[in-house]
């Protein structure tokens, strides 16, 4: 098993950034791929960004591409979400996702998901 731990989210003005921290816990190396989704009010859960183990195959939402930049510390078995101009529809909350597949995290079937995080953007 992994536990996915999520944290960083908060309240943030139009323009501001954040960023999210996942630190990942267990057999952690049976679920290399790790990334981050999102989940607006009354609506599924959507793909944000994905990351390789080595970091070298980084994967994005078409609308979060130039704001958001995932990366991990391996060291620490720990991904981040850093979010840049931030605006209102941004406003949803974030979950940490793992699996042994990248691809698997793209197409939204992870074997582990964190908790989540609430992101607020205020205007």
């Known amino acids: 098993q992994v536990q996915l731990v999520e944290s960083g989210g908060g309240l943030v003005q139009a323009g501001g950034s954040l960023r999210l921290s996942c630190a990942a816990s267990?057999?952690?190396?049976?679920?290399?791929?790790m990334g981050w989704f999102r989940q607006f009010a009354g609506k599924e859960r959507d793909f944000v960004a994905a990351?390789?183990?080595?970091?070298?195959?980084?994967t994005y939402a078409d609308s979060v591409k130039g704001r958001f930049t995932i990366s991990r510390d391996n060291d620490l078995n720990t991904v981040y979400l850093q979010m840049n101009s931030l605006q209102p529809e941004d406003t949803a909350a974030y979950y940490c996702?793992?699996?042994?597949?990248?691809?698997?995290?793209?197409?939204?079937?992870?074997?582990?998901w964190g908790q989540g995080t609430q992101v607020t953007v205020s205007s």
């Open positions: 996702a793992a699996d042994l597949a990248f691809n698997s995290v793209v197409r939204g079937t992870p074997k582990y």
């Open positions: 990351v390789s183990w080595t970091g070298e195959r980084t």
């Open positions: 267990g057999r952690t190396f049976s679920a290399p791929a």
